[in-house]
């Protein structure tokens, strides 16, 4: 991953290609980049705009129901509905920048309370 | 031995794995001498961290859900399950020590920690009770003990750790959560009678979303902390580990000094510092290096087939750890 760090800081600060940086990178590291070749065109500045949070393990653990589980295409969707910060909204309200939280996915009745492990 | 079909007989979700789970650990303290109040203790704690929010299976009953996926009956993996969810919660008591979490009763909570952890082995031998042979019991508990010494060892490096490179944070994740979920998953496949494929395949699956686990909490814990960031505690997180090891010296020199500036309380300093971050491309790197444990997760689970839907829990699973890797791609 050393490798594959190098590949991505290449790509992204110093906007070489994928044939430039993946001469390391094992098939499944090359893969992954090449899935990721329009995220990795994007400005670092816009792509933290775009970025949804990721649930923590704690809120991760309790999802069980299906039911409740968004489509991708759902997802996407309320993603790009989602009103584009500016730079200075999303730097003071960055849980706003995108998309729904997971704890509203979810609708988690116990909130943010964590009763399970987290980072073990 | 079954290879990862589908029972018919099984009818998912099925029941109320929790109160099962819950008397099997009642009727494990119950058969020693122990000491009432210890005993009771203990199932307070349990109840107050491990009781489900509903009583059909959910993640944290992983191995149940394998077992399942594995056309096995689910009430054999439940003492799995116990021994999986009492490894997991006096983990959790014991991290919250090592983070400076408890401000009281510290004592009381590493005597619960080891308590939990010794009755987890002890809970593995009621499998006996539901068919499962004396040599696979061995196995499991051996497997057991090895995926809880290996997350200590991965957990004792977390804690001395500093100036980590990316490889040796995913190193250190691998041992503190993927070798005991791998062992979760595993085990629920060896009680289903899987082949050693199967076996092989869940514990891959299981091993790589502990991996996944650990970059999106790393990723929430500098952008997205619930209370303290990250970058705040000083403890070694993979978005600071990749830009150490890929920026210029006057950026490594700058990211330090706010850094430092972070673990003293200087908010400005945090709050640049995670811009920094994102500017040397640590998100872009967090994306890319958790689509290539996202897609191990996958492969391992395409490898195992079967069609049961607790097979297609599991993938979705997979892919809620880390929304922002699903869609991306499309640009």
Known sequence: MNSLARAVHGMVVGRKSLGDVSGDLTAQERAALADMQPVLARSPEDLARVLAKAPTQSEWWRFADQAKAPTQSEWWRSAHQAKAPTQSEWWSSPRMAQAPTQSEWWSNPKGSVSRTPSRV | ?331
């Not at chain 2, 080891?114 to 006996?128: E, H, M, P, W, Y």
């Not at chain 2, 508990?141 to 090895?146: D, I, N, Y």
């Open chain 2, 1 to 331: 031995m079954r290879s990862g079909g589908r029972s018919s007989a099984i009818v998912w979700p099925v029941a109320d794995y929790w109160s099962l789970e819950r008397q099997l650990i009642q009727d494990v303290l119950d058969e020693g001498s122990l000491d009432g109040s210890y005993r009771q203790h203990l199932l307070s704690v349990l109840d107050q961290w491990a009781r489900p929010e509903t009583p059909n299976a959910d993640l944290e009953a992983l191995p149940i859900l394998v077992c399942v996926a594995c056309g096995g009956n689910p009430r054999r993996a439940v003492p799995v399950c116990v021994a999986w969810r009492l490894l997991r919660l006096g983990a959790k008591l014991l991290d919250d020590v090592e983070d400076g979490d408890v401000s009281e009763g510290l004592p009381e909570i590493v005597n619960s920690a080891v308590g939990l952890v010794f009755a987890g082995q002890l809970v593995l031998s009621k499998l006996g009770d539901e068919g499962v042979t004396p040599a696979h019991v061995q196995h499991l508990t051996r497997e057991l003990c090895q995926a809880g010494l290996t997350a200590c060892g991965g957990q004792h490096a977390d804690l001395r750790a500093a100036g980590l490179d990316p490889d040796r944070w995913l190193e250190i994740a691998a041992a503190k959560s993927g070798a005991p979920m791998g062992w979760a998953a595993w085990a629920g496949a060896l009680v289903a009678g899987a082949e050693e494929n199967v076996l092989a395949g869940y514990r891959d699956y299981a091993s790589s979303l502990g991996v996944l686990l650990q970059i999106s909490d790393d990723y929430n814990g500098v952008w997205y902390p619930d209370h303290v960031g990250d970058l705040a505690t000083n403890r070694p997180t993979l978005p600071v580990a990749y830009a150490l090891s890929v920026a210029g010296a006057n950026e490594r020199g700058q990211l330090q000094a706010l850094l430092d500036g972070a673990q003293r309380g200087d908010i400005e300093a945090d709050k640049q510092a995670r811009k920094l971050l994102i500017d040397v491309g640590a998100q872009a790197f967090m994306l890319v290096v958790g689509r290539v444990w996202h897609d191990r997760a996958v492969q391992a689970l395409q490898q195992v087939g079967g069609d049961h839907p607790a097979r297609h829990q599991l993938l979705a699973a997979l892919r809620q750890v880390f929304p922002a890797l699903q869609g991306h791609s499309e640009g």
